[in-house]
T-cell receptor, first 109, second 117 residues
């Protein structure tokens, strides 16, 4: 079956540091890939997505590229802010949505 | 995108009682909604797919007689936890898919925290 393996946290960074969260997947078909973010006290919301190989999703300074050859969808941001503190979930979807374990990111001023 | 609400946001109940959780799509008609369960510091696990006008589809290992799902209308799905026990304490989240269905963006409710004493 499908599965998502996500870098475990927690991750603590200083403002303006570079952030990367690794995500790899196993899928039998050609899934869509997503990063969802859960800010403290809020529901999950879409951060970015990619629907086919070599697509790059981007939003709010975050980027992730759908790499079929390495079955990866790593999340990156060049300069984080305190407001980026949240839990980040990698997910894939073909016939159902499968989530990674989530990575808690804390950015210190 | 869709705006999804859940009610209540938290509930405490005694063991053996039943609890109903509502999921509403406020601005989008949804023939399908999804129910997830999230344990502390863990990921979301899909419990079931709620289908308007037909029976819900449950994931393997989810007791359909314990977690009753009713998709009452195109904007409302309910999850009833019957004869709740402490092990049912969890965070329950619903989602509404975008127009392309399961492969599209999901719009999540804020979740309901259930505590069973």
């Amino acid at each position: 079956g499908n599965s998502v393996t996500q870098m475990e946290g927690p991750v603590t960074l200083s403002e303006e540091a570079f952030l990367t969260i690794n995500c790899t997947y196993t899928a039998t078909g050609y899934p869509s890939l997503f990063w969802y973010v859960q800010y403290p006290g809020e529901g999950l919301q879409l951060l970015l997505k990619a629907t086919k190989a070599d697509d790059k999703g981007s939003n709010k300074g975050f980027e992730a590229t759908y790499r079929k050859e390495t079955t990866s969808f790593h999340l990156e941001k060049g300069s984080v802010q305190v407001s980026d503190s949240a839990v980040y979930f990698c997910a894939l979807s073909d016939y159902k949505l499968s989530f990674g374990a989530g990575t808690t990111v804390t950015v210190r001023a | 995108g869709a705006v999804v609400s859940q009610h209540p946001s938290w509930v405490i109940c005694k063991s053996g009682t039943s609890v109903k959780i509502e999921c509403r799509s406020l601005d989008f008609q949804a023939t399908t909604m999804f129910w997830y369960r999230q344990f502390p510091k863990q990921s979301l696990m899909l419990m079931a797919t709620s289908n308007e006008g037909s029976k819900a589809t449950y994931e393997q290992g989810v007791e359909k007689d314990k977690f009753l799902i009713n998709h009452a209308s195109l904007t409302l799905s309910t999850l009833t936890v019957t004869s709740a026990h402490p092990e049912d304490s969890s965070f329950y989240i619903c989602s509404v898919p975008g127009s392309s269905g399961i492969t599209d963006t999901q719009y999540f409710g804020p979740g309901t925290r259930l505590t069973v004493l």
